[in-house]
């Protein structure tokens, strides 16, 4: 509950699809919800959707339904985040973010920031035009 790690980002070209994996390295995982969210160059960080983890309910950005979806797999304590269709709009940095169970005082909708405890350092994700 402590590490998250991302990986599967890289250079695709626009159209391309893309699953990028969070992992953590903790015997047990069992945090309230978890979220992705993205950076562009100049920009500040952005929701693209998150889930809880016990009733596997997700939410998406308006910007990214219909595009991507998220899923888990509980047994590997590891979050998927499937992206289709990408466009050069989506180029940006991609952070898996959780919300434990003892911190999550402040989550209402699970789209902002401040409402996750733990992020990982992110996964650099470029669409060519």
């Known amino acids: 509950q402590a590490q998250v790690v991302e990986s599967g980002g890289g250079l695709v070209q626009a159209g391309d699809s893309l699953r990028l994996s969070c992992a953590t390295s903790g015997p047990t995982f069992s945090p309230y919800a978890m979220g992705w969210f993205r950076q562009a160059p100049g920009k500040e960080r952005e929701f693209v959707g998150n889930?809880?983890?016990?009733?596997?309910?997700?939410s998406y950005a308006d910007s990214m339904k219909g595009r991507v979806t998220i899923s888990r797999d509980s047994a590997k304590n590891t979050l998927f985040l499937q992206m289709n269709s990408l466009k050069h709009g989506d180029t940006g940095v991609y952070f898996c973010a959780e919300c434990s169970r003892t911190g999550c005082s402040s989550y209402t909708s699970g789209s902002r920031t401040y409402e996750y405890d733990y992020w990982g350092q992110g996964t650099q994700v470029t669409v060519s035009s």
């Open positions: 889930i809880h983890w016990i009733t596997v309910h997700t």
